[in-house]
């Protein structure tokens, strides 16, 4: 990680400097959903440009030296605002005060985009998979609003598990409002987007981790839609370091191959971080 001692100019006093190479901006508003998750959104640097599903570093302003950490970008490129979603670390270095944050913070953000889950690492195809745990949702919510998903696929399977039922409720927030709001009914021009929520430790899905779900079959006879294909299907994957390593064996088992930004594939996997 690069040095953030340089400034642009003193900071007032009591307050610490903000680096050179960083935006500043302010918290527009802030969503708990359960003791573990919450979401937040704030202003967007006019000059700031993304690839819907890259990721930023962002920090607080709390120390001489902030620190840094990767967060996927849930809104969609075209967004006038930026929106993240996070866990709830006790004693993290950074969420331990990040989650505490209010309407009116000023949170520091890198001024450098990057990541794998876009669209340009994949080859053509039909059907995108979009499988996740936790907080790996994040980038798809910016994948499943950006109008170029639905221009390159004629459908979106999003998949996302969790411990518990409650810890789905942003997912499930999300796919309502694509299917009931008349701007997102835009971004999507007619194509079809699933969603198939799972809670491994509590409920009817009780120990249904998305890799079981995709060997027995059970995740397409649920959403009525044909078996994995490697010829007309593309998937990306974020989530828990153990799930990104049991789906990624499962879809090279498949016949899938990796792809990356300088050699499109047919999935892509984000390694820079885990939730």
């Known amino acids: ?51 819907s599903g890259e990721f930023v570093m962002i920090g607080l302003p709390n120390a001489e030296k902030p620190v840094f950490r990767a967060y996927s970008i849930a809104s969609p490129a075209w967004d006038e605002e930026l929106e993240f979603f996070s866990i709830k670390v006790p004693g993290g270095p950074l969420t331990e005060h990040l989650q505490k944050i209010k309407e009116g913070d000023t949170v520091l953000m890198r001024k450098k985009p990057t990541g794998t ?16 745990t936790g907080t790996g949702i994040a980038p798809f919510a910016s994948v499943i609003r950006d109008p170029e998903t639905y ?17 789905l409720s942003y997912g499930r927030e999300l796919v309502a409002h694509m299917h009931s709001d008349e701007m997102m009914q835009e971004v999507m021009a007619g194509k079809d ?26 995740l397409f006879t649920d959403l009525g839609i ?27 088992a498949k016949g899938f191959e990796e792809g990356a930004n300088n050699s499109p594939g047919t999935y892509v996997v984000e390694r820079a971080f885990v939730d």
């Open 151 to 167: 221009e390159k696929f004629d459908q979106v399977v999003l998949t996302q598990t969790c411990r518990l039922d409650a810890e």
């Open 1 to 51: 990680m690069s040095s953030v001692a340089e400034t642009v100019e003193a900071a007032p006093a009591g307050e610490f400097p903000i680096p050179a190479n960083v935006f500043a901006e302010t918290v527009t508003s802030v969503t708990h959903y359960t003791d573990r998750l919450f979401a937040f959104r704030m202003t967007r640097p006019q000059s700031f440009r993304f690839r």
């Open 193 to 218: 987007l699933k969603f198939h929520a799972t809670a491994t430790r509590e409920g009817e899905t009780k120990g249904e981790r998305i890799t079981t779900l995709i060997e027995n079959g059970k």
């Open 226 to 252: 044909a078996p994995l294909d490697p010829a007309n299907d593309r998937a990306m994957i974020c989530g828990s370091m153990a799930m990104l390593k049991d789906t990624e064996a499962l879809l090279q």
């Open 117 to 132: 889950l876009v669209h340009d690492a994949l080859k053509p195809g039909k059907r995108l998979f979009l499988f996740s």
